[in-house]
């Protein structure tokens, strides 16, 4: 394992870190999209469904374990223990605009035609689009709180170090994998405009950070 697929992993178990302390200390989860939040759990499940089946090492099962408890803890969080704080109103992205054409290129872009991989592309075609009912949310709002723009940067940040992960395997090993680059590279492009505005607008002026009102 090189030093940026590592370094994405702790980017991404940290962006969910913060998201669930920042749900549990403020006993509420005012801010986050809870569609998105079902959508990666979504994508963790039909990832790992080899869990049991396929061991590569110690630290694969227990990264996988961890998403997996992580994920569902915080659609509890949202949906649940904290229902009455979810801000539904705001959260009205309609994600059968993703689901729809996530299933279609799975089942027409894939390494093998079988429910397991089906499966696991779907999880990477999702992946790169789950964040946008998240965004969305706050476009609609005009802002988000600085810890929940943390979370968002985290996310950003493992993407990119992905990137960086499969450009060194490519150069070192000659592996590459096309669908997972590909997915990889949308959704990041998400997460550009959002990165220029976390800078200027979180890091600077130490505040929220205020979207110009959707029209």
């Keep these: 394992m090189n030093i940026f697929r590592l370094a994405g992993d702790v980017s991404h178990l940290m962006a969910i870190i913060i998201l669930l302390l920042k749900i549990w200390k403020t006993r509420s989860c005012a801010g986050i999209s ?39 803890a915080t659609v509890y969080l949202v949906y649940v223990r904290f229902k009455e704080t979810n801000d539904s109103e705001n959260d009205t992205f309609r994600v059968e605009f993703l689901l729809v054409p996530v299933i279609g290129l799975s089942f027409l872009e894939n390494y093998a035609f079988t429910p397991l991989e089906i499966l696991w592309t779907f999880s990477i075609f999702l992946e790169a689009v789950a964040i946008m009912p998240q965004l969305f949310m706050i476009t609609k709002t005009g802002e988000a709180e600085t810890i929940t723009t943390h979370y968002l940067f985290f996310l950003g940040l493992y993407r990119a170090l992905y990137i960086a992960n499969w450009v060194w395997r490519y150069n070192t090993e000659g592996f590459v994998d096309q669908i997972a680059v590909v997915s990889g590279v949308v959704q990041t492009i998400f997460y550009c405009d959002f990165f220029y505005l976390y800078v200027t607008r979180v890091i600077r002026e130490k505040g929220k950070m205020s979207l110009p009102m959707p029209i």
């Design 34 to 72: 809870g569609k998105s939040q079902i959508l990666f759990a979504l994508v963790f499940t039909t990832r790992y469904l080899d869990l049991f089946t396929v061991y590569i090492s110690a630290y694969n099962t227990i990264m996988k374990v961890v998403f997996l408890v992580m994920s569902y």
